[in-house]
């Protein structure tokens, strides 16, 4: 009987923590902007825990034979996921800057979509996030991926920061490190990448709602490795420069 009611406790225990878990979750309203491929795995992890208002995509291209129009792979998820879908010609069209204030979004999440006006992404309370596939600083901007690869880097990974005025140059909320294979090529990176992106947008997710986090600086960043490599070269050389001789 003892033997009994001590499991009983312990399988109590087990279902008032999974309920505090639980109740401690609370789901944000998103919208979520992108285009190709590599952003429909993490828009199908986003849906999954969160409430996604509306996806902002790029407009039908025609393409192929009969140049038909065709849509872009996060549109055809879009639809799929039963989410409306913007499509914007220009970002700054007083049209398209109405749309997303009536989703009453607390944050967007963009994952490779194009350039964002301040108008937009300053819109929700909570700002908003971006996913780039390097270790920010490194590699802002295009093809991170195959870049990384072509210089024989032995990492890579992803990075989730808020939007700012410079392209890619926004404070750090999460990043994660991902190895690189000696064989690796580009095709397989980007692959892992993609997969991998939905579970850093969701952990990033989860350290805004908690509050429990500090943005990094990616300028605090640049001068960290700055000053090591300036100790460095010192240490080699027996000679100093000043920091932004070696930028």
């Known amino acids: ?55 902002v995509t790029a407009t039908d291209k025609p393409g192929g034979r009969g140049h038909q129009l065709l ?39 963009v994952v490779a979509f194009r350039k964002l006006p301040e108008v937009v992404w300053d819109m929700p309370p909570l700002g908003t996030i971006n996913l780039h596939a390097s270790l920010l600083p490194q590699y802002r901007g295009a093809a991170p991926i195959q870049r990384a690869i072509l210089k024989g880097e032995k990492k890579s990974g992803l990075t989730s920061f808020r939007l700012t005025h410079e392209i890619d140059a926004g404070d750090i909320l999460l990043q994660e490190e991902m190895s690189i294979a000696d064989d690796e090529t580009g095709g397989e990176l980007y692959q892992r990448m993609m997969n991998k992106g939905g579970e850093i947008l969701l952990k990033s997710l989860e350290l805004l709602e908690s509050g429990d986090f500090s943005y990094i600086s990616q300028k605090d960043l640049l001068v960290q490795k700055l000053q090591k490599y300036s100790m460095r070269t010192h240490a080699f050389t027996g000679t100093t420069r000043p920091l932004m001789s070696i930028i």
Do not use: D
């Not at 923590?17 to 190709?36: A, E």
């Open 71 to 109: 849509q872009s792979p996060v549109k055809q998820a879009a639809q799929r996921l039963n989410i409306p879908i913007l499509q914007p010609e220009k970002l700054n069209n007083k049209v398209f800057l109405s749309q997303p204030e009536g989703f009453k979004a607390q944050i967007f999440v």
């Open 1 to 55: 009987m003892k033997h009994f009611h001590k499991k009983w406790r312990a399988f109590k225990n087990l279902i008032v923590n999974i309920y505090k878990n639980c109740s401690k979750f609370v789901p944000m309203r998103l919208i979520f902007m992108g285009t190709p491929e590599f952003a429909v795995p993490s828009l199908e992890s986003l849906v999954e825990r969160h409430e996604v208002a509306a996806v």
